[in-house]
């Protein structure tokens, strides 16, 4: 599959970047320069070529609006700060028919406060603020709220924590959570409706503080009894 990371060049983007190129997928590394997008595709390289299995990993790096052409799955992993002027830019670049995971939590940072408090968007949530901001033809999901960095960077282990998937569309959610599925040690868990993203944004300044508290970076979440539930019913 064809995957882009817009932000790949932050702490989350770039570690989800490493995740999907590992297990196969050509991924695209997005920034708004194209010369750092393509530094952080190196550096990906590098990094995979010296992990199991990582051998020939597909990646390379490109201007945002061009890093998205022709993408099956795009995600967004950038500062609330920044959302709108991303979307802004890649919004008609996107193909008929993109999917879009917008990972976006909206932090008291934005505003000069703190990591580990939470900012109500106007919408109800940055996911739903990003659905305003895309073209109709695109397909959106919120996701990747509760997963650390540090996790999806250290390759050498399975990423201990689920992901939280919220959107409209089931078959959209199943094609980004088979993209879960592939990460060693990943599980998707289907919350419903992309408002419930209101609910999720809200777990990352939790997800901080518990890091900060024990002086930890790699903090997750499980949700209890998935492996025995397989696919939502119909």
Same mark, same amino acid.
């Given at each position: 599959m064809?995957? %882009?990371?817009v932000?790949?060049?932050? @702490?989350?983007?770039?570690?989800?970047?490493?995740r999907?190129?590992?297990?196969?997928?050509?991924?695209?590394?997005?920034?708004r =320069?194209? @010369? &750092?997008?393509?530094g952080?595709? +190196?550096?990906?390289?590098s990094?995979?070529?010296? $992990?199991? *299995?990582? =051998? *020939? $990993?597909?990646?390379r790096?490109? @201007?945002?609006?061009?890093?998205?052409?022709?993408?099956?799955v795009?995600?967004?992993?950038?500062?609330?700060?920044?959302?709108?002027?991303?979307?802004?830019a890649?919004?008609?670049?996107?193909?008929?028919?993109?999917?879009?995971?917008?990972?976006?939590?909206?932090?008291?940072?934005?505003? *000069?406060?703190?990591a580990? !408090?939470?900012?109500?968007?106007w !919408?109800?949530?940055?996911?739903?603020?990003? &659905?305003t901001?895309?073209?109709?033809?695109?397909?959106?999901?919120?996701?990747?709220?509760?997963?650390?960095?540090?996790?999806?960077?250290?390759?050498?282990?399975? =990423?201990d924590?689920?992901?939280?998937?919220?959107? +409209?569309?089931? /078959?959209? &959610? /199943?094609?980004?959570?088979?993209?879960? +599925?592939?990460?060693?040690?990943?599980?998707?868990?289907?919350?419903?409706?992309?408002?419930?993203?209101?609910?999720?944004?809200?777990l %990352?300044?939790?997800l901080i $503080?518990?890091?900060v508290?024990y &002086?930890?970076?790699?903090a997750?979440?499980r949700? $209890?009894?998935? +492996?025995?539930?397989?696919?939502?019913?119909?």
């Amino acid at each position: 599959m064809n995957v %882009t990371v817009v932000g790949g060049t932050g @702490e989350e983007g770039f570690g989800l970047a490493l995740r999907f190129a590992k297990a196969g997928h050509a991924v695209t590394i997005g920034s708004r =320069v194209a @010369e &750092k997008a393509q530094g952080s595709a +190196d550096e990906a390289r590098s990094l995979l070529d010296g $992990a199991a *299995g990582g =051998v *020939g $990993a597909d990646v390379r790096g490109d @201007e945002n609006t061009a890093s998205v052409v022709g993408a099956d799955v795009v995600f967004v992993t950038v500062p609330f700060a920044g959302q709108a002027l991303i979307y802004g830019a890649i919004g008609e670049t996107l193909a008929d028919g993109a999917i879009v995971c917008d990972c976006t939590s909206p932090l008291m940072t934005v505003v *000069g406060g703190r990591a580990t !408090h939470a900012i109500r968007p106007w !919408h109800g949530s940055a996911a739903e603020f990003a &659905k305003t901001l895309l073209p109709k033809h695109v397909r959106l999901v919120a996701g990747f709220h509760t997963v650390a960095a540090s996790a999806l960077r250290a390759l050498h282990e399975p =990423v201990d924590s689920d992901v939280l998937l919220m959107g +409209d569309d089931r /078959e959209t &959610k /199943e094609v980004v959570g088979s993209l879960v +599925d592939g990460i060693d040690g990943m599980r998707w868990v289907d919350c419903g409706g992309l408002q419930m993203a209101r609910i999720a944004e809200t777990l %990352t300044p939790l997800l901080i $503080a518990v890091n900060v508290r024990y &002086k930890v970076h790699d903090a997750g979440f499980r949700i $209890a009894g998935r +492996d025995a539930w397989g696919k939502p019913p119909a």
